[in-house]
């Protein structure tokens, strides 16, 4: 990017004019970082690449699917400045999304679908917008409808408490494109914690009115809960080959981070029990609730209108 | 609720200081219900595109600002003292940063 000067310069300019270079660089940024420069992206010895693709589109669908309820907020927030929050959030997990759907694609491309000869579709977006609900290995707490700000608060809260552990975990695993997502989502998903936990309690110690609709969220919300902590038998192969983790490893540690929320907020942790699957078979199954599949009709309506569309 | 909540939150001002800037500069304002929040909420709005490397944060009641009516008395009087600037020196080509 060309430099910036927002004002011609002049002998009686102050000496700190050169110093600072140009005082409109802040509203523009700088130094922006590719987080796979120089990562290695051959599959690690001795791991099964569809089980790799097949991890990655699990991880990569839950951010996915997330990042899309979350950018259903935009213009709709209570106001100006938890719009832009809620946007921020879904752009981080959008940004995860892609890289993990990327590398998913490259470890297994028979799981890509097939487009018209000549499509330019990258495979992160024919993964993103060309599958049916039952392609998507995303956990169901990500694809229910957003109610209110409340309930916008406790999905965030438990997901990216969630994630935040398994990221955490994951940014030592053997697949270098994995550790290094994984490394960049940390940070982000520390934001997301800190953000939805701050809210958690100001809605827990706020009016009554907000404390209601808080507790109704946590209740609605919580038989999607055990889920996030049961380990499906892709996650049991990538934690055995050290380049996944089994999600029940880290229901201890989550439990503990909700706990101190909880007991901040002075909220009594919920009792409902776990949402039933379809035969047992949930989320990562592909067993998804009615709301994915309308949430994708409205997602994937105009990629799939223009199979050989440019974007 | 029968009654609408009228309460605004509080108005801050922002100042974000960039990676390779000197000093913070404003860039504008925003609504928080206390400091902490309104940290957050500096972040989310103004250091989106990678802007800065620090915040703060003030509560705009906090500043006290000059008035337009007092700017000729203020300001007028140093528009004709051209002398107050060190321009009139002749600097010597060996020392740099001048």
Known sequence: MADIHTHESDVHDSTYAGLLVNDAHWAFGTDFEDPLAGVDTTVPDGVDPAALAAYCLMLGDDALVLSQRLAEWCSRAPDLEEDIALANMSLDLLGQARLLLARAAAADPDMVPELPDGSPVPPEDRLAFFRDDRHFRNVRLAEVPNGDFAEAVVKVLLFSSWRLALLERLAASRDAVLAAVAAKGVKELAYHRDFAGRWFLTLARGTEESRRRLIAALDGLWPLWPELFESHAVEQVVAEAGIGVDPAEVAAEVEVVLEQVFAASQIDRPTRGALAGVQGLKGRDGRHTEALSRMLAEMQVVARAHPRGQW | ?98
Do not use: C
Request: hydrophobic share 35%.
């Open chain 2, 1 to 98: 609720m029968n009654e609408p909540m009228k309460a605004e939150w509080p108005l801050y001002e922002v100042f974000v200081r960039g990676k390779r800037g000197l000093n913070h500069v404003h860039v504008g304002s925003l609504h928080a219900a206390d400091d902490q929040m309104a940290l957050r909420h500096a972040r989310d709005v103004y250091t989106r595109r990678n802007e800065g490397v620090s915040l703060w944060v003030v509560r705009s009641v906090d500043i006290t600002a000059s008035s337009p009516d007092e700017k000729d008395p203020l300001f007028s009087p140093s528009g004709d003292k051209v002398y107050r600037h060190p321009t009139f020196y002749d600097i010597p080509d060996n020392v740099p940063h001048m």
